[in-house]
């Protein structure tokens, strides 16, 4: 799958942006895991998708525009261990569908069916949205 940066986002590639070396020590687990999942998700067999980031967020998109998006990755600590949290955005009355993965393959999957199920077209708020 070729995960197409943002026009607004095309200075850096993803691996660049989750680079563990650019994030505070307290971070390192959170872009070790999107860097690992980003490796997988790149070899996957899928049409190219868009992608853009907004802060530790992974957010995916049929479109070049940050203003919606259909899926949303985070990195989330429970019990001192860090899961990958993926939200499909969805329509009313449930807003979206959440899904957790404690590794890499199952969170690859969990983005592949959250990009066949979501809803877009919504102009999602990146920040209410993903709670």
Known sequence: MELKRISGQQERTLLEFYDPKEWPSQWKKMPEMMCTLIKSLESIDHEPIWVFTSHAELLFTNKDDYQDWQVLVKII????????KITAAQDSPWHHLTGFADNHNEAAELVLSGLSVSV???????FLDSN
């Open 77 to 84: 600590e429970m019990d001192n261990m860090q899961y990958y």
């Open 120 to 126: 877009i077209g919504k102009n999602r708020n990146i």
